[in-house]
């Protein structure tokens, strides 16, 4: 057996795991269209990335996928935010915060680094460019 052969069982099991990962990836950013606290975006970019590694095809797919492909061409493109997808980004954060403020009542500290990650994950998200 050459060095060629062993690799081929390496290369076979990452190319499943790269797909399995991307086919899960592309479930939650489906689920996330629907259940407002799970983002959408991000879960299908992963899924592109693990498909590019482990199948071309279903990379291109999805990035031409009538719904799902022109939020992920905008961001490779241009590392583009559409507007609808910030102020829905955003809404969803000041809710997730005021659920945790009214509801969990977590300690002041806890206030404080989540309101930091959250203004952070704003920050990043509002000075995206647009489409």
Excluded at 46 to 60: D, I, K, N
């Amino acid at each position: 057996m050459n060095a060629q052969d062993e690799r081929t069982p390496l290369k076979t099991h990452m190319r499943l795991f790269y797909l399995a990962a991307g086919w899960a990836m592309v479930v939650l950013g489906v689920v996330g269209i629907f259940l407002p606290l799970l983002p959408t975006t991000p879960f299908l970019l992963a899924a592109a990335w693990f498909f590019s590694r482990g199948s071309p095809v279903l990379e291109r797919w999805l990035l031409n996928h009538k719904t799902l492909g022109p939020p992920l061409q905008d961001w490779r493109a241009r590392g583009a935010i559409s507007r609808r997808a910030k102020m829905t980004a955003i809404a969803m954060i000041i809710a997730s915060y005021c659920l945790l403020l009214f509801y969990v009542q977590p300690s002041t500290i806890v206030l404080v680094v989540v309101g930091i990650t959250l203004m952070g994950s704003s920050t990043f998200i509002l000075t995206r460019p647009g489409r």
